[in-house]
């Protein structure tokens, strides 16, 4: 789906609460969520958003490649 983001190498301290928080400046968000180990509930480091437009998809990859998300380089693939 063109609206979905893939944001890999999350800090292992990041939560899906965060991801909404980086990412609610460019539009609606529908999902924002990190995966976890169903074993162990920790993270996988790495994550989803899911916007309602391509816009906000868009202005969001441009914006955030290699952003920092609590103390971490992120990267953004769509």
Partial sequence: DPCNL??????????????????????????????????????????????TTDEATSKALVTMEGATIRDNLSRIVV
């Fill in 6 to 51: 893939f944001i890999k190498d999350l800090g292992p301290k990041v939560m899906s609460g965060d991801l909404f928080q980086a990412f609610r400046q460019f539009g609606t968000i529908v999902l924002a969520w990190v995966m976890k180990n169903v074993a162990t509930g920790k993270s996988k480091q790495f994550g989803f958003v899911s916007f």
